[in-house]
């Protein structure tokens, strides 16, 4: 994985040792459920997720340039909730932000960075970006940084005691990020 530097942020591979940091939003109520996952109960369960993140390779931590701190995760994931676009070499955007930190323009800043790297980097087709119907921050932000919304359709959240919900899917095509002139 590149890391990439925005003007706030850095965003890296997950190291065991963010473990403090994770636990610290990932114990949230505002951000577990928000993202299809229960609170996390103590910092062993962090650890053993970022294991996960590390092993997986498609996921990195957000930190906070200026506080060398972890304020949240961001992925580009090999998921394709279309299967007519299954020819498209496609991602999905995945993020979740400790709450103190909303509101001050972070995911944005992170989404934008990696949209820049699927389409000019990986030279990707088509980024996606999802949000379950009652999680109004992430449509703010999908809305923001150029995603058009494409449909929704009914899931069952494992990690949420089977609860049934509406995900909303959003893409971009890299030629309408092309058309924003990023």
Wanted: glycine share 8%; charged share 35%.
């Amino acid at each position: 994985m590149n890391r990439i530097i925005t003007e706030r942020l850095l965003l890296r591979e997950w190291k065991e040792t963010d473990s403090k940091d994770l636990f610290e939003y990932a114990k949230s109520k505002l951000v577990g459920p928000n993202a299809g996952w229960r609170p996390h109960k103590s910092e062993e369960e962090s650890k053993e997720i970022i294991q996960m993140f590390i092993s997986n390779g498609d996921s990195y931590a957000i930190e906070l340039s200026s506080e060398k701190k972890v304020i949240g995760g961001i992925g580009l994931h090999d998921r394709k909730p279309d299967e007519a676009l299954d020819h498209l070499k496609q991602k999905e955007i995945g993020y979740v932000l400790n709450p103190d930190f909303w509101g001050k323009g972070f995911v944005p800043e992170a989404v934008n960075s990696l949209l820049r790297y699927g389409f000019k980097e990986l030279d990707l087709d088509l980024i996606w970006c999802g949000h379950y119907d009652f999680n109004h921050n992430s449509k703010r932000v999908n809305e923001k940084c150029g995603f058009n919304y494409q449909f929704e359709k009914e899931v069952k959240l494992d990690r949420l005691d089977g609860r049934e919900v509406k995900s909303l899917y959003y893409s971009i095509s890299k030629s309408q990020y092309e058309e924003l002139g990023k």
